[in-house]
């Protein structure tokens, strides 16, 4: 496995294990995804995970992943598409590609529907760090 993928492997179990939405694991996967510091209009180097030193409104600009169905959506990559289990007491997702190669990532399950969509795009993601 690439580092790549293990890291979004570790991202994807994260949205897991979340309670609920995170905004440092929102800046987590904002940062995994090559998001740059915003900081004023001026896109600073990219930083390596938590929030950077004495930086406060780049939490504003990333998207909420894990609070948002229409974030976590827009983390799918091209291709795949998301088969969503719209449930209070148990949301799942999974995740297929089409059209091919049809790669699949199989059921996951999250406290709310968008940690589960966050898990399992980021599950996506993985699986296309693995083949690239």
Known sequence: ??????LL????????KAQGADRELDGAIASALGWTE???????????GGRPPGVTDWWD????????????RSLLPSN?????????DWPWAKGYEFPPP???????????V?????????RARAEEARHD
């Not at 600009?61 to 976590?72: F, I």
């Open 38 to 48: 915003v900081h004023g209009s001026v896109l600073a180097p990219r930083f390596q």
């Open 114 to 122: 968008p940690l589960t969509m966050c898990a399992a795009a980021l």
């Open 61 to 72: 600009h990333v998207p909420a992943y894990t609070a948002s169905r229409d974030a976590a």
């Open 80 to 88: 795949w598409h998301l088969e969503i289990g719209d449930r209070d």
């Open 102 to 112: 049809c790669r699949r990532v199989s059921m996951v399950h999250a406290a709310t």
């Open 1 to 6: 496995m690439t580092d790549r993928a293990a």
């Open 9 to 16: 492997m570790d991202l994807a179990e994260r949205c897991e």
